[in-house]
């Protein structure tokens, strides 16, 4: 089982920055990917970026050059640095784990509870 704990959203104006943190209760060692989606109301969860365990990141073209994905393995968490934020960026944002886990290597999806971001015009 791995918990995770989104912080740092909040309203920020457009142009603004705004640092998500993502605190997994285990080593993300042990966990393969870690990741932010975000949800728009009426809209379906979408990636944002994405991080390996290697230090592979991947990241939604909407969001290239804009967001940058960063981990600290000494502290278990994962940081979405948001800048330049446009409204459309209005979202609640979801950190996420996939971790490989049991004899059988199965791939298991984890959630965290999500932290609203709103950009205002």
């Known amino acids: 089982q791995v918990q995770l704990v989104e912080s740092g959203g909040g309203l920020v104006q457009a142009g603004g920055s705004l640092r998500l943190s993502c605190a997994a209760s285990?080593?993300?060692?042990?966990?393969?990917?870690m990741g932010w989606y975000r949800q728009a109301p009426g809209k379906q969860r979408e990636l944002v970026a994405d991080?390996?365990?290697?230090?592979?990141?991947r990241y939604a073209d909407s969001m290239k050059g804009r967001f940058t994905i960063s981990r600290d393995n000494a502290k278990n968490t994962v940081y979405l640095q948001m800048n330049s934020l446009k409204p459309e960026d209005t979202a609640i944002y979801y950190c996420?784990?996939?971790?490989?886990?049991?004899?059988?290597?199965?791939?298991?999806?984890?959630w965290g509870q999500g932290t609203q971001v709103t950009v205002s015009s």
């Open positions: 996420n784990a996939d971790r490989s886990e049991g004899v059988l290597a199965t791939m298991t999806r984890y």
């Open positions: 285990l080593s993300i060692f042990s966990i393969n990917v």
């Open positions: 991080i390996t365990s290697g230090g592979a990141t």
